[in-house]
T-cell receptor, first 110, second 115 residues
Framework: KQEVTQIPAALSVPEGENLVLNCSFT??????LQWFRQDPGKGLTSLLL?????REQTSGRLNASLDKSSGRSTLYIAASQPGDSATYLC?????????FGTGTRLQVFP | DAGVIQSPRHEVTEMGQEVTLRCKPI?????LFWYRQTMMRGLELLIY????????DSGMPEDRFSAKMPNASFSTLKIQPSEPRDSAVYFC?????????????FGPGTRLTVL
């Protein structure tokens, strides 16, 4: 059974720091991997989708990498801002199904 | 586009009552997903439909849970009878499925509290 774990579970940093969020999965037979952001009381917003044939994707200050062989993905956030405060979820994609990680709750303070 | 619409946004009910959650997917999407989010178990897929047909309901926890999709623009998730452990946020998501994986778009969720 596929298990997806994220560390750290929570992170509090001052504004301007560069951050790395980690996601690990137990079964490398995945199609793709996706990172989401969830604000309190809201739904999920897709940040980056990495196809299984790719090793990374970038969008603005965000960069996500994927290493299927080691069962790991990282989300790098450059020059963090208070508006980045949210919970970040990774999800491995097997056919049509998303299997979510446990999430990292990020707080960026001014 | 209004995105995925869910109703109600909040529901408080008493144990034993029937609860019906509703979802309107994005127009033109042909896949619909129901998820549940709790502190203990995180986000879990309950059931998903392709072209209004249930494809995988292995995540539905018990027979008390049922889902229907009578047409391409509407789906319901029903819990009967409800129990306190059903308290969670229930999300609906939709996508346009063609070849390979297609991005799912999530609704704002329904926060269910069963007393």
């Amino acid at each position: 059974k596929q298990e997806v774990t994220q560390i750290p579970a929570a992170l509090s940093v001052p504004e301007g720091e560069n951050l790395v969020l980690n996601c690990s999965f137990t079964d490398s037979a995945i199609y793709n991997l996706q990172w989401f952001r969830q604000d309190p009381g809201k739904g999920l917003t897709s940040l980056l989708l990495i196809q299984s044939s790719q090793r990374e994707q970038t969008s603005g200050r965000l960069n996500a990498s994927l290493d299927k062989s080691s069962g790991r993905s990282t989300l790098y956030i450059a020059a963090s801002q208070p508006g980045d405060s949210a919970t970040y979820l990774c999800a491995v994609i097997v056919t049509d199904k998303l299997i979510f990680g446990t999430g990292t709750r990020l707080q960026v303070f001014p | 586009d209004a995105g995925v619409i869910q109703s109600p946004r909040h529901e408080v009910t008493e144990m034993g009552q029937e609860v019906t959650l509703r979802c309107k997917p994005i127009s033109g999407h042909n896949s619909l997903f129901w998820y549940r989010q709790t502190m203990m178990r995180g986000l879990e897929l309950l059931i998903y439909f392709n072209n209004n047909v249930p494809i995988d309901d292995s995540g539905m926890p018990e027979d008390r849970f049922s889902a229907k999709m009578p047409n391409a623009s509407f789906s319901t998730l029903k819990i009967q009878p409800s129990e306190p452990r059903d308290s969670a946020v229930y999300f609906c998501a939709s996508s346009f499925r063609s070849n390979g994986y297609n991005e799912q778009f999530f609704g704002p969720g329904t926060r269910l509290t069963v007393l």
